[in-house]
Nanobody
């Protein structure tokens, strides 16, 4: 019943931009903090950005000033605008939903590939 479906990944040149989207269904969207995580080959899955229902945001240092997370509670959508992309941003990006404040429920999407290469 719970679904998180990512889209918007692809191949982009260094310095380019992509906008990732995550469509959520099957749960009460406003009760969840939403996040984007990424996992590069041989590395752990790490938080990129997160946003609570009240629109407070958190970013990992390496993307501050380049990435922006946002959510539309009327559409059950979360976005990640990625600018000035670098090869180091290459990874599979995953949408995450975490119940607040308890974190008892934690859901993941299937992921979307982002490749930054010349």
């Amino acid at each position: 019943q719970v679904q998180l479906v990512e889209s918007g990944g692809g191949l982009v040149l260094p310095g380019g931009s992509l906008r990732l989207s995550c469509a959520a269904s099957g749960f009460t969207f406003n009760d969840y903090a939403m996040g984007w995580y990424r996992q590069a080959p041989g590395k752990q899955r790490d938080l990129v950005a997160a946003i609570k229902g009240g629109n407070t945001t958190t970013y990992t240092d390496s993307v501050k000033g380049r990435f922006t997370i946002s959510r539309d509670n009327s559409k059950n959508m979360v976005y990640l605008q990625m600018n000035i992309l670098k090869p180091e941003d290459t990874a599979v990006y995953y949408c995450n939903a975490r119940r607040v404040p308890t974190s008892i429920y934690n859901y993941w999407g299937q992921g979307t590939q982002v490749t930054v290469s010349s």
